[in-house]
């Protein structure tokens, strides 16, 4: 048994600006991988730049990440910041992993692309600092990379494995998002809780992590129905994730993430929401009850109908035909890769059911 998570984690108030010299400490020409406009609203990409100023580290921005990054968004960054030393990366999961594959990609420029994303590991990559804003996917301590693959229309996992070797917290910036983006990836670290305690890979180690970060999410979930959240709760969220971060880089997720990919790609559901929305009825089908019970306790749900109710409270009902149904279904029992991170066998009706549940 082992437990790997090289990341250091800062968290603090006004993070960026008290590590300043931190920051501006792994080279002499950053590149700045955001999303396209949260980075520059929430005030962090500002607070960045004025950090390396003060620190005369020279930089270029890249703002072009949408959410889901493409391979050609990661390719696009790869040649923009071919002459970087570093990267500094804000923003949600989407700029973190894209920024990943780009610090890989510009590390290799003589390598092709599909290879390095999808084929090698272990290749050297330059190195990369997280500023994480939503609370979320918890790529800020893991190695992780998801990227759309537009050949073969879905999403895929980086081959490849980057943890970012710092990464800065502050709540300020999480305070920014819109209530749907908050729910959606708040949503996302408790599945990635979820997906890594009931899970093939998981140890004690990540289990110890796994509980007190499914303690802490239930204990201010109810924040999620209401508009506004407050600074509190908001930490609360920010700390679950990274602790979900620590969980997943250890057991990896499972089904519902591969469940969930195909809602993101061809029903433009956000990540968060697709996961979310496949909990109640994942866990009827896991075998291993007293986890079950165990997880419903610390998030204070009776059962598992009152946990399915409230995600549809969040999100509402999942709308798929039959068609669809059926393609998803036959597509999750292929991804041997997320099958294996289950502990007990699935059959397709598993599947299907858990698909019907959410539809309700
Ligand atoms: P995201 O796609 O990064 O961002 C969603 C939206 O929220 C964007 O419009 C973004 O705007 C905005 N936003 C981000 N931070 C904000 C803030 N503080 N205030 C206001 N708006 C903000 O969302 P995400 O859910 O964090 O990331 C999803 C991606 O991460 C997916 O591709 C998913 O597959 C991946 N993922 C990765 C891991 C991993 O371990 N690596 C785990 C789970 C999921 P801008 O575009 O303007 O920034
Ligand atoms: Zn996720």
């Not at 999403?155 to 999480?174: A, C, E, G, M, T």
């Amino acid at each position: 048994m082992q437990y790997y998570m090289p990341t250091r984690i800062i968290e603090d108030t006004d993070t960026v600006k008290k590590n300043a010299e931190l920051l501006a400490s792994y080279g002499q020409h950053a590149f700045i991988v955001t999303g396209k406009s949260s980075a520059k609203i929430n005030g962090a990409y500002q607070d960045v730049v004025d950090a390396l100023e003060a620190n005369g580290v020279t930089h270029t921005l890249f703002d072009q990440v949408e959410e889901n990054p493409s391979v050609e968004t990661i390719e696009a960054g790869a040649a923009a910041g071919a002459e970087c030393d570093y990267i500094i990366t804000i923003g949600g999961g989407s700029p973190i992993d894209a920024a990943k594959g780009m610090a890989v990609l510009i590390a290799n420029p003589e390598h092709d692309t599909y290879d390095m994303l999808f084929g090698q590991t272990g290749s050297k990559h330059l190195t990369v600092v997280a500023i994480p804003t939503t609370g979320g996917t918890g790529t800020e301590s893991t190695p992780y990379a998801i990227y759309t693959d537009h050949k073969v229309k879905t999403k895929r996992n980086f081959s490849q494995k980057v943890f970012p070797i710092i990464s800065l917290l502050d709540v300020k910036y999480y305070m920014f998002m819109p209530k749907n983006v908050r729910v959606s990836t708040c949503v996302d670290a408790l599945t990635h809780l979820v997906e890594g305690y009931m899970n093939t890979n998981a140890t004690k180690y990540s289990d110890y992590n796994a509980l007190e970060g499914i303690r802490l999410w239930g204990q201010v979930k109810d924040a999620l129905l209401r508009e506004d959240v407050t600074e509190e709760e908001m930490t609360a969220f920010m700390n679950a994730s990274t602790i979900a971060g620590f969980v997943i880089s250890q057991t990896g997720t499972s089904i519902p993430h591969g469940m969930g990919y195909h809602l993101t790609y061809y029903h433009g559901m956000a990540h968060g929401q697709a996961n979310g929305i496949l909990m109640a009825g994942y866990l009827s089908v896991c075998q291993n009850k007293d986890k079950v019970k165990q997880i419903l306790d610390l998030l204070g749900f009776k059962d598992l109908e009152t946990f399915g109710g409230y995600m549809k409270s969040l999100f509402g009902p999942l709308c798929l035909t039959e068609d669809d149904l059926n393609t998803y279904a036959d597509y999750i029992m292929s991804n041997a890769r997320k099958l294996k991170n289950h502990p007990d066998p699935i059959t397709r009706d598993d599947v299907m059911n858990i698909y019907k549940k959410a539809m309700a």
